[in-house]
């Protein structure tokens, strides 16, 4: 079965600040891997789609890369600023062709 | 606007109701989701539908009782819950099952009293 973990749990940095959130799987025969941002009581916003032929993928100040062979993904956000305060979700798409959950991090980003 | 829209944002109902959710697609996806969301829990699948065929149902408790009636539209209907069914319920969408972006809703909020 499929375990998604998510470190830190939470996390709290000045504005301007370059931050890494990680993530990781224990099943590597995956799909893709998505990066979603939720805010307060919201739904989902996907970020970053990885295939899992990718390494990596930009979206502006959001860099996702994958590791495969180790389970590993981390989501880089560069210059962070106040707006980007929301909690952080990777899931990862495998053999059963669901999508597994982390439990996310919490982001806060002080001005 | 995401292209995935749930109604209501918010629910309360007691135990003895039914009530329904609704979620509907505008970006031509032939795969739709319902998830559950818990206080201090990953979000949790509960039902998939593949060209509006069920394919997955993750012992779902019978209170919850899906419909897709074309590939647009996706319900969740819903009787006599308990207050631990209280969470955030998320509608989402894909091109194909499993191996392509998804896309999801804002959500409902439901309170069970």
């Known amino acids: 079965k499929q375990e998604v973990t998510q470190i830190p749990a939470a996390l709290s940095v000045p504005e301007g600040e370059n931050l890494v959130l990680n993530c990781s799987f224990t099943?590597?025969?995956?799909?893709?891997l998505q990066w979603f941002r939720q805010d307060p009581g919201k739904g989902l916003t996907s970020l970053l789609l990885i295939q899992s032929s990718q390494r990596e993928q930009t979206s502006g100040r959001l860099n996702a890369s994958l590791d495969k062979s180790s389970g590993r993904s981390t989501l880089y956000i560069a210059a962070s600023q106040p707006g980007d305060s929301a909690t952080y979700l990777c899931a990862v798409s495998g053999s059963a062709r669901q999508l597994t959950f982390g439990s996310g991090t919490q982001l806060t980003v002080l001005p | 606007e995401t292209g995935v829209t749930q109604t209501p944002r918010h629910l309360v109902m007691g135990m003895t109701n039914k009530k329904s959710l609704k979620c509907e697609q505008h970006l031509g996806h032939n795969a739709m989701y319902w998830y559950k969301q818990s206080a201090k829990k990953p979000l949790e699948l509960m039902f998939v539908y593949n060209f509006k065929e069920q394919t997955e149902n993750n012992s779902v408790p019978s209170r919850f009782s899906p419909e897709c009636p074309n590939s647009s539209h996706l319900f969740l209907h819903l009787h006599t819950l308990q207050p631990e069914d209280s969470a955030l319920y998320l509608c989402?969408?894909?091109?194909?099952?499993?191996?392509?972006?998804?896309?999801f809703g804002q959500g409902t909020r439901l309170t069970v009293v």
């Open positions: 989402a969408s894909s091109q194909d099952w499993g191996g392509t972006e998804a896309f």
């Open positions: 099943d590597s025969a995956i799909y893709n």
